[in-house]
């Protein structure tokens, strides 16, 4: 789709697809959000939508007339005025859907064309977003499933919904992530540049396990979101991208070479195998420092004694990485509980790393399992960057954006 332009700035115009769901209002704050921020938004409910909200919401909060079918050219709407809102949408960059239905998913990934939105994204070709929301047992559905990994296929980028208390009574993974999340989304997908293009990013993600036996293992609570987020950004941005991944519950972004690994060596072994191609590498992953010696062969039997682990460390790898890395861009984070500063400080100094982002994993909404992220960045210049909290896909942007700025500086 053409990218228009206005006084020598380029025009951000986003279709906003309406579902009919529940959270079909949540929408108008999507709606707002991205106004806000300068987009130009174009609503095309449908007619379902049109059951939970009124076009009229969305027409005062866009200052647009919203396109509620392919044939509604009755009334005052005439076929000129059709063809306009048609033109509009064409010079989109992005179409978010958010509620994305079940039914919505399921026509995208198969090509149905019954009504103006599934026929505009046939017709669309910038980026694509995707919001679910639904039922609990609709979004577990085998058909769901077959659906999103379909729409991830092809690129689009899905903002998982959240768990919580749904509409229909049920708890559970349903609810529509919330829009200021959605709209972090398609600013990204807005501002994308290409500027990794010609970069193999290696990155690291989730935590390892350390067997003490068949049946046991010592972990963290890393859940891969941060790494996976890094992975996301660095893909859209144009990178070829390995993803080195200890055991998470996350689907690997599109486009992304995952390698899965359970232990620290063998995450070490990937990484190392790997290695001679990447030109980035990013150590998001929460690597165990220690492991049990000699992990016993059978399971262990509960006994009135003492049970006592002999742990030996782990290797370092984003320390072996530093002594290594050549040419390449190295980024460490610091996991810490408290002000992340003076650690970030120390570890970038003594594993030889570029950037180290300070992560500090105490706080509620930040950190081990959350969406968002509040992070200071500590370059190899000794400056230190602290950013705001945001939704960890941007948080990764910034990260590439630093990076790539130390590298032009130098
Ligand atoms: N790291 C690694 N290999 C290890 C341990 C850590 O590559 N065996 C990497 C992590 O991926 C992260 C960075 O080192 O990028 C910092 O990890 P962190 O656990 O914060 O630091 P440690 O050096 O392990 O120090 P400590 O646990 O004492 O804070």
């Known amino acids: 789709m053409g990218q228009s332009g206005t006084g020598g700035f380029a025009c951000q115009n986003a279709i906003l697809g309406i579902g009919g769901g529940i959270a079909a209002y949540k929408a108008a704050e999507l709606a707002r959000a991205l106004m806000e921020r300068g987009v130009t938004v174009q609503v095309v409910m449908t007619r379902a939508a049109q059951e939970f909200v009124r076009p009229l919401t969305f027409a005062a909060l866009t200052?647009?007339?919203?396109?509620?079918?392919?044939?509604?050219?009755?009334?005052?709407?005439?076929?000129?005025?059709?063809?306009?809102?048609?033109?509009?949408?064409?010079?989109?960059?992005?179409?978010?859907?958010?509620?994305?239905?079940?039914?919505?998913?399921?026509?995208?990934?198969?090509?149905?064309?019954?009504?103006?939105?599934?026929?505009?994204?046939?017709?669309?070709?910038?980026?694509?977003?995707?919001?679910?929301?639904?039922?609990?047992?609709?979004?577990?559905?085998?058909?769901?499933?077959?659906?999103?990994?379909?729409?991830?296929?092809?690129?689009?980028?899905?903002?998982?919904?959240?768990?919580?208390?749904?509409?229909?009574?049920?708890?559970?993974?349903?609810?529509?992530?919330?829009?200021?999340?959605?709209?972090?989304?398609?600013?990204?997908?807005?501002?994308?540049?290409?500027?990794?293009?010609?970069?193999?990013?290696?990155?690291?993600?989730?935590?390892?396990?350390?067997?003490?036996?068949?049946?046991?293992?010592?972990?963290?609570?890393?859940?891969?979101?941060?790494?996976?987020?890094?992975?996301?950004?660095?893909?859209?941005?144009?990178?070829?991208?390995?993803?080195?991944?200890?055991?998470?519950?996350?689907?690997?972004p599109a486009g992304v070479s995952v390698v899965k690994v359970r232990t620290a060596e063998e995450m070490r072994a990937a990484v190392l195998q790997h290695l001679p191609e990447a030109t980035i590498i990013v150590k998001a992953a929460a690597v165990a420092d220690y492991r049990v010696k000699h992990p016993a062969a059978g399971k262990i039997k509960k006994s009135e004694e003492r049970l006592t682990l002999d742990l030996e460390p782990t290797a370092d790898i984003l320390a072996e990485l530093g002594r290594t890395k050549g040419e390449r861009l190295l980024v460490g984070f610091a996991a810490e509980t408290g002000d992340p500063l003076p650690e970030a400080r120390r570890k970038l100094a003594s594993k030889h790393c570029d950037m180290m982002v300070g992560n500090r994993v105490d706080r509620e909404g930040s950190g081990f399992g959350s969406d968002d992220n509040e992070v200071v960045l500590v370059l190899r210049t000794g400056e230190a960057v602290a950013l705001p909290r945001a939704p960890k896909r941007e948080v990764a942007d910034r990260i590439f954006d630093h990076l790539l700025k130390l590298r032009d500086a130098s």
């Open 63 to 252: 200052a647009r007339k919203v396109i509620t079918d392919m044939f509604a050219a009755s009334g005052e709407e005439t076929l000129a005025s059709a063809v306009e809102h048609i033109r509009v949408a064409q010079e989109a960059q992005v179409l978010v859907v958010a509620p994305a239905t079940a039914d919505l998913l399921a026509k995208f990934a198969n090509g149905l064309a019954d009504d103006f939105l599934s026929t505009l994204y046939l017709a669309f070709t910038g980026s694509v977003v995707l919001a679910p929301a639904m039922n609990t047992n609709m979004w577990n559905h085998p058909a769901t499933r077959r659906n999103l990994e379909t729409l991830r296929g092809r690129g689009h980028t899905i903002v998982d919904p959240e768990e919580g208390a749904l509409a229909c009574g049920m708890v559970g993974p349903g609810r529509l992530a919330d829009p200021a999340r959605i709209a972090a989304v398609v600013l990204s997908a807005l501002g994308r540049p290409r500027d990794l293009e010609g970069e193999t990013v290696l990155v690291t993600a989730g935590p390892t396990e350390e067997p003490v036996d068949p049946v046991r293992f010592l972990s963290n609570r890393s859940s891969g979101k941060m790494g996976y987020a890094v992975a996301e950004a660095a893909a859209a941005r144009g990178a070829r991208v390995i993803l080195v991944s200890g055991p998470v519950h996350l689907s690997p």
